[in-house]
């Protein structure tokens, strides 16, 4: 081979080297205006799992988070539905959960195996918080529903506590998300632990009561959540809606407690 050609092809190999594990320019933009294209992702593109978006995100993490078209096509070409964000915890499940991402949230989880999508509910991020947690934070109904029916072999990701003691379900009481608790409260498994206390001692009575839910508060109380239970500080459902001057949900409290 004549050593012009052979030099040649040593420098296109090298090019084509370093565009497959170099992500393509401007493409925090292209993902977030949902513009990537197949030109952009060579199947050997190596860079689509590093940390190539801003603060240390992978190309499907931060797809994830914006909720972009572009995740599809991500995932399609390599890209991890599970490769998470060391520094957090966050999987990219997480990130489209707690961004309310429905679609994202169910390509994720459609791309992996059934068995790895059911384990991909159990993981937690830092702070111990499931992707039910951050769908019941952000108060997307539809999302637990899809969440619900990737792993209905098992009820005990749905009434996990985080590490400050917080289920799905205080989180939809003290959010005030009344469509994700009254779904949530459909499961056996949470209505049987309807009055855990987090690590304060609050039950999602009383944090429902503290954020003048009043739906949320019959919801809870009609599946037999207890009225005189208290926190560390003594408060229980109806002192805590009397100080927050929550009229209505003190009146659901107190007939509430003269049917007893």
């Known amino acids: 081979m004549p ?17 497959a594990s170099s992500p393509p320019q401007d493409l925090q933009v292209k993902i977030q205006d949902a513009t990537l294209t197949e030109d952009d992702l060579v199947s050997s593109s190596t860079w689509i799992n590093s940390a190539c978006c801003p603060n240390g995100l992978n190309a499907v993490c931060w797809a994830a988070k914006l909720g972009s078209k572009s995740l599809p096509l991500l995932l399609s070409k390599g890209g991890s539905a599970t490769l998470w ?15 309310g991402f429905y679609h994202s949230l169910k390509a994720l989880l459609d791309s992996l195996p059934p068995s790895d999508a059911a384990l991909e509910l159990e993981r937690e991020d830092e702070h111990g918080n499931n992707v039910l947690h951050l769908a019941s934070l952000s108060g997307q109904v539809a999302m637990v529903n899809l969440l619900r029916s990737y792993n209905k072999s098992s009820d005990k990701w749905m009434v996990n506590a985080n590490h400050n003691g917080n289920t799905p379900l205080m989180f939809a009481a003290f959010f005030s998300h009344e469509k994700v608790l009254e779904r949530l409260l459909e499961v056996d498994s949470v209505v049987e ?39 560390e500080d003594g408060a229980n459902a109806v002192s805590i809606a009397t100080e927050k001057g929550e009229a209505e949900v003190l009146q659901i409290l107190v007939d509430a407690r003269t049917e007893l």
């Open 3 to 19: 050593p012009l050609l052979l030099l040649s092809l040593l420098l296109l190999s090298a090019f084509l080297a370093a565009s």
């Open 85 to 99: 964000h060391e520094e957090t915890k966050t999987s990219p499940s997480h990130f489209a959960a707690r961004e």
């Open 193 to 231: 632990g309807i009055d855990v206390q987090a690590g304060n001692g609050r039950t999602a009575l009383m944090l429902a009561a503290s954020s003048g839910c009043a739906e949320c508060v019959r919801k809870l109380l009609v599946k037999g959540a207890m009225l005189d239970l208290e926190c």
